[in-house]
């Protein structure tokens, strides 16, 4: 089974050998090959769990990274920190290349796109191409983004449901924006990811403005 999903102008292509259940969110994102930007992730059953001998650089939060011999290796453990789901390997001879080898049956843990996108590092790819994303609420407003950004409860999605209401913007995320440097403009991009709030559009568009929401007894705005 193979699947591209085109993400912040990133075509992600995703080769398995099982089905599995593409969650809604991703409708949007069906992407198509083109010669840039394209990252090939194969997921590849592995019989039995690989015991390393590399330094371990990160040891924590379910995730243990170590520096191996071709790049990173990122091995997925289970609440017991002993059991391993699989690992994934980073080739620095090829960048755009990686492998996730997966010891259990894929139906546990690789049920789903959210499952897969997981166990991938989305993330950190993004971040090699030069792509970060931001906790924010995105809405666009007269061909513009305007970012509401805050720790989760501020007020991020009121702010955008506002917005909607009465200035007839448009909410294209509720919670999570990727942005880049598109053609010389910092541009945000609509994610497959969006919280509570179910609002996944894949729009792309120049940001306008970026909002540090702070809550106050009082309503202020500070330049």
């Known amino acids: 089974m193979k699947r591209i999903y085109n993400i912040a102008d990133i075509n992600f292509c995703i080769e398995t050998p099982f089905t599995y259940k593409e969650n809604d969110c991703f409708d949007g994102y069906k992407g198509k090959l083109n010669i840039i930007k394209n990252i090939n992730i194969k997921l590849l059953k ?6 390393f001998n590399y330094p371990v650089l990160y040891d924590k939060n379910y995730i243990r990274i170590y520096k191996g011999e071709n790049g990173f290796i990122r091995e997925y453990t289970g609440l017991s920190r002993y059991k391993s789901h699989g690992c994934l390997f980073e080739f620095n001879d ?23 996108f997981d166990k991938i590092a989305f993330e950190y790819i993004l971040y090699k191409e030069n792509t970060f994303i931001l ?17 989760s409860g501020t007020g991020k999605s009121t702010q955008a449901d506002l917005w909607e209401k009465y200035m007839g913007a448009e909410i294209i995320n509720g919670d999570r924006v990727a942005i880049n440097k598109n053609n010389g403009k910092w541009c945000a991009y609509g994610l497959p990811f969006a919280g509570s709030s179910r ?9 306008g403005t970026i909002v540090i929401l702070r809550q106050s007894e009082k309503i202020q705005l500070k330049d």
């Open 94 to 116: 090829n960048e755009k290349y990686y492998e996730y080898h997966y010891y259990t049956n894929p139906y546990e843990t690789l049920k789903t796109t959210f499952d897969i």
């Open 46 to 51: 592995q019989d039995e769990p690989y015991r």
């Open 135 to 151: 906790h924010s609420s995105y809405i666009k407003y007269k061909n513009k983004a305007i970012l509401f950004s805050a720790p």
């Open 199 to 207: 609002i996944y559009k894949n729009v792309t568009t120049p940001i």
